[in-house]
């Protein structure tokens, strides 16, 4: 089993909608969470980061984070086309796991005009 | 400002060759990490370097795997008898020390025939 699950998609949704994105992990040490987006044949870009259990919010993006449950999720309010992509969920452990993020498989997101 | 540059873009080699990828990362950055994204597995970690350090080479998946780096700025990261198993796009990134944002590449599109 990985540590990081995600569920692949792919999803596809209407222009406007609200979506909403999840990973569970099974590793309790991770502490930082990530949310990378890679548009095809590019490197990831980080549009979130939270630091343990909460919410954050930037945007139309807003991340969550359940560290009871192993849960994070990420919502997108009023998608547009350009969000397109691929959604990467990241997490780190910190201490000695400095910087080795393990990542989800990613959800492929279409958004259609 | 330039970010993280990878060359070459695409590589396609002979299974048994050797190859040899470069990082450059963005100017300043102290911190620089190696991950491999394949289909089957997603997105990898690789390997970590502090300066010309490497404190993390756990994701290294074998022996014929290296990397080095010099100057605390270019990365290369060598691939000894390639397989094709190897095949899959090695991404690089870069953070400024203890900043958990990393900025990633395009990233290397290696094919092994």
């Known amino acids: 089993q990985k540590e990081v699950e995600q569920d692949p998609g792919p999803l596809s949704v209407p222009e406007g909608a609200i979506v909403s994105l999840n990973c569970t992990y099974s590793n309790s040490a991770f502490q930082y969470f990530m949310w990378y987006r890679q548009y095809s044949r590019k490197g990831p870009e980080l549009l979130m980061y939270t630091y343990s259990s909460g919410n954050k919010e930037d945007g139309r993006f807003t991340a969550q984070v359940d560290k009871s449950s192993k849960y994070i999720s990420l919502f997108i309010r009023d998608s547009q086309p350009s969000d397109s992509a691929t959604y990467l969920c990241?997490?780190?452990?910190?201490?000695?796991?400095?910087?080795?993020?393990?990542f989800g498989q990613g959800t492929i997101l279409t958004v259609h005009p | 400002g330039a970010g993280v540059s990878q060359s070459p873009s695409n590589k396609v080699t002979e299974k048994g060759k050797d190859v040899e990828l470069r990082c450059d990362p963005i100017s300043g950055h102290t911190a620089l990490y190696w991950y491999r994204q394949s289909l089957g597995q997603g997105l990898e970690f690789l390997i970590y370097f502090q300066g010309n350090s490497a404190p993390d080479k756990s994701g290294l998946p074998s022996d014929r795997f290296s990397a080095e780096r010099t100057g605390g700025s270019v990365s290369t990261l060598t691939i000894q008898r390639t397989q094709q198993e190897d095949s899959a796009v090695y991404l690089c990134a870069s953070s400024l020390l203890g900043d958990r944002e990393q900025y990633f590449g395009p990233g290397t599109r290696l094919t092994v025939t």
């Open positions: 990241a997490m780190d452990a910190g201490g000695t796991s400095y910087g080795k993020l393990t």
